[in-house]
């Protein structure tokens, strides 16, 4: 059986499909174009930040404090932007802003050997709270409109930043594949102790992780800039659960090891697209987070039965393996006081 | 009956003046205060097969460990083809072309085969590709390199490893217990591909407990007790009685003596506590046995042999065990470790830490959990959990502060003690006791064995699970010897010699000459 039909990303995007099609048959508006592209367009920001979470749960690790990161970033863009700082530079300095915010879970986590959570849930207060600190509080309003042109642009009829997320998630995927170093972040995740007794860079390869999460948060952030005009002080509140999710959904193993940014991708869509189905259906918003939830513990619970599955057939086989040795082992066959 | 011995393979070149591969000097090594090396000499050479033997805790895995870098020694030389080095990573050790094979294979499970060699290479990709895949077809591994690395079979998943070693240019092998989990099939092929590797000039360290391997494949055997070398010979100049006369402690005749000349528990009446008829399960097959009020019966075993499988099924912790367990006349079909209780069954288990205490809480609260109940109608009586707790401090001579000391604070032993006194507040009448006395020191070894005296005295049936023949040989009224997950050997105290059951817990059987 080839590793394609067994992945999980492609249970995800059939499911997709289903939901597309179910909710198309209810509401045929659902299948217009323009509403898929609307899909895609507002599961952008979620694409990038859980393909930023995945490199950390791909090391067994898990960061909370991207969505924090994404809203430091937005901040730090509105303010230089405000301040008349030129576009480009504006944005190198919330991918800056975004990468050492990452870099410092990475030390805290590599070096300090906080636990994961615990470091990146103290990072997560630190962040909101520098927002707060940075702005007095207020929202960013009347940014400038040269950012907001990108969200609009539409290159051979998609939008520009559909283009820029679908090239990061192809570039990722091919360095995930053909990178030599990137196959340390499964192996780390895979199996610390192996990995350690390989010559594996345990520690440059997690550092690695998070400052990645990092980075993806701040492109994240660019976006988030553009597609909404302003920052309120919630930018990338609840980002990084649904981006755990997304993850989860799509295949990516908390017990670290397996995933890709297909993962990523698949299940940030689908959970954009239940929001989407569910305004289709007239559900009253207040409904999303419930069924997101909902979904993403039965997507748990299956994958749950299914490895429990596979491990009772791994015992049942080293069972019969031992079974085979009593038969044959001379050693133990034939005695009897 | 002596087992036939295979006379094993001559190594193609052998002479008195080639220059071993690695040499080690007087290795010293202690752990806490405790020296578990004491003056190790040991030497490899190209092409050379040879066996490390040894009980549990005899120091071959901390040898070999320091061999591979996982170690460093208090004292001693390592010389590598006549260059003194030291290690202090398993990387250094892997340059030098040293690469131990752990007994579970340090394998990725879900990166593919091939990944999983090729991971943390420092070589050209293709290169290493062609390599491999020589390697591979020399040694005979024939997994597809695509599959993930999960779904090989132990035996592969060890080739896998030692193409890995092979890869890094290995000249030495280490290779600890590989055949444990292997079928007699797969031990074969083991073999012949370690004779492969022998004649290419790589010198393997082979860690069995398995003395007809052993004879049948190695070239030379040490024999390790105690954390020195105390025979080592050409397998040629050895038989197994020779081997396992070399594993007993020196004072084993004289212990022998003196058991016999003490009485057997008197106190043992007929009424049967605990009775097991043939329970199987995954790690054991067949296992039936009985214990009587006030005996101590002694289940005695390497590591691997079963023996805590059992216990465990036996309280009802393996929902795959099949068979009967009879406690107090009462049939436990579908019994749980609380119901085990409730008849009358308690079970100290092994790893106290894991599973027989709460290290971060005031050690009262261990001792009287599985009674709470008792204590009070409806809310906790504080003065009746201390008067329990108080009662159980003196018997047991428990050194502590004060009652709600936190338990991880306290030593070894007193953590034993503590988890004892949890098993007898429930007053069982059957008390599995597995590896009572690991890690505890001299002296509260001498009152845990005091204790099982005593509550063998007042009429309860002891199940003493322990890798150190001695104690089961010195406590135990009746002994059993598993090997392999079955129970190979019964025997009365009176008819038990060290060096049998030494013999038994290694696979052999019978020798009339022993």
Redesign the interface.
């Known amino acids: 059986m080839s590793r394609i039909w067994r992945s999980r990303e492609l249970l995800v995007f059939l499911l997709l499909i289903v939901l597309l099609l179910a909710v198309g048959l209810i509401n045929p508006n659902f299948w217009r174009t323009r509403s898929l592209m609307h899909i895609l367009n507002s599961s952008l920001i979620l694409i990038l930040v859980s393909i930023g979470e995945m490199f950390v749960i791909l090391t067994r690790g898990i960061d909370v404090s991207v969505g924090a990161i994404l809203g430091l970033s937005a901040v730090i863009l509105g303010v230089a932007l405000n301040a008349g700082v030129a576009l480009p530079l504006a944005v190198l300095l919330a991918l800056i802003v975004s990468v050492l915010a990452g870099m410092v879970n990475a030390v805290g986590v590599t070096f300090l050997r906080v636990p994961p959570i615990i470091m990146t849930l103290g990072t997560l207060g630190v962040y909101r709270g520098l927002m707060l600190i940075i702005t007095g509080g207020s929202w960013i309003e009347t940014i400038p409109t040269n950012i907001k042109f990108f969200a609009n642009w539409h290159v051979l009829g998609v939008r520009f930043f559909i283009w820029v997320t679908l090239v990061i998630v192809i570039l990722t995927t091919f360095l995930l594949r053909r990178f030599k170093k990137a196959r340390y972040l499964y192996a780390v995740g895979d199996n610390e102790e192996g990995a350690r007794l390989m010559d594996i860079p345990v520690k440059k390869t997690l550092f690695a992780a998070y400052t990645l999460a990092g980075l993806f948060a701040g492109i994240a952030a660019i976006i988030f800039v553009a597609q909404i005009g302003f920052v309120p002080m919630q930018a990338g509140n609840g980002q990084e659960l649904r981006a755990i999710a997304a993850d989860v959904l799509g295949g990516v193993n908390l017990a670290g090891g397996v995933g890709t940014p297909l993962s990523a991708l698949v299940g940030a869509i689908f959970l954009t697209a239940v929001d989407s189905a569910l305004v289709f259906l007239k559900v009253p918003g207040y409904w999303n987070n419930a069924v997101g939830g909902a979904i993403l513990l039965a997507a748990v619970y299956l994958d749950y039965r299914v490895r429990m599955a596979v491990a009772a057939q791994q015992r049942q086989a080293r069972a019969a393996v031992r079974k085979e040795n009593n038969h044959l082992n001379p050693s133990t066959s034939e005695e009897q006081t | 009956m002596a087992?036939p011995v295979t006379p094993p393979p001559g190594r193609s070149s052998q002479s008195p003046n080639e220059t071993p591969l690695v040499e080690l000097k007087n290795i010293w090594k202690v752990f806490a205060g405790v020296p578990v090396l004491k003056g190790i000499n040991l030497n490899l050479m190209p092409g050379e097969i040879h066996a490390l033997l040894g009980g549990n805790g005899s120091g071959k895995s901390t040898t070999m460990k320091i061999l591979s870098g996982l170690y460093v020694p208090e004292r001693g030389e390592i010389f590598l083809g006549g260059e003194q080095k030291v290690f202090h990573s398993?990387?250094e050790a892997?340059k030098n072309g040293i690469y131990m094979v752990p007994q579970e294979p340090?394998?990725?499970?879900?990166?593919s085969v091939e990944?999983n060699l090729l991971?943390?290479l420092d070589m050209d990709?293709r290169a290493a590709r062609a390599q491999v895949k020589q390697l591979a077809k020399e040694i005979g591994f024939e997994s597809s390199f695509s599959e993930?690395a999960g779904a090989l079979?132990?035996a592969n998943q060890q080739l896998l490893e030692i193409i890995?070693g092979l890869l890094r240019k290995a000249q030495i092998l280490i290779l600890d217990e590989p055949t444990s989990?292997?079928?007699?099939?797969e031990v074969e092929n083991l073999f012949k591909r370690m004779r492969t590797l022998s004649q290419r000039g790589i010198g393997i360290f082979f860690i069995s407990h398995?003395l007809?391997e052993v004879m049948t494949i190695s070239h030379r055997i040490s024999v390790l007790r105690e954390g020195r070398i105390v025979l080592a010979e050409p397998t040629t100049e050895v038989n197994s009685e020779k081997l396992v006369r070399a594993m007993l402690p020196a004072d084993a005749e004289m212990r022998d003596m003196k058991r016999k000349m003490r009485d057997s528990h008197d106190q043992i009446t007929d009424e049967v506590v605990l009775a097991v008829k043939k329970l199987s399960s995954?790690?054991f097959?067949d296992v039936s046995f009985e214990v009587r009020a006030g005996e101590v019966v002694g289940l005695a075993g390497l590591v691997g042999a079963g023996r805590t499988e059992v216990a465990e099924a036996v309280v009802g912790l393996d929902p795959n065990a099949r068979g009967d367990v009879i406690i107090k006349g009462k049939d436990t079909k579908k019994h749980d470790s609380r119901k085990s209780q409730s008849l009358g069954l308690v079970y100290v288990p092994e790893d106290r830490h894991a599973h027989g205490i709460f290290l971060e809480l005031p050690s009262l609260y261990t001792m009287t959990a599985t009674i709470l109940d008792r204590l009070g109608r409806f809310l906790l009586s504080r003065k009746q959990e201390e008067a329990v707790g108080n009662d159980y401090r003196q018997q047991l001579s428990i050194k502590m502060s004060s009652l709600h000391q936190i338990a991880k604070t306290l030593s070894g032993g007193n953590q034993q003690k503590v988890v004892l006194a949890k098993a007898l507040a429930s007053k069982p009448d059957v008390i599995i006791l597995d590896e009572p006395t690991r890690g505890v020191d001299a002296s509260a070894r001498q009152d845990v064995y005091h204790l099982i005296e005593q509550l063998a005295g007042q009429g309860v049936g002891i199940l003493l699970i322990s890798s150190e023949l001695e104690e089961i040989v010195d406590l135990s009224d009746r002994i059993l010897v598993m090997?392999?997950?079955?129970i190979?050997?019964?025997t009365e105290r009176t008819g038990a010699s060290l060096q049998q059951v030494m013999a038994a817990a290694f696979?052999l059987?019978?020798e009339a000459s022993l």
């Open positions: 087992k398993p990387n892997h340090h394998i990725f499970p879900h990166l990944e991971l943390g990709p993930e079979s132990i890995r989990a292997l079928t007699f099939r398995r007809n995954d790690a097959q090997y392999q997950g079955r190979i050997k019964e696979g059987q019978g």
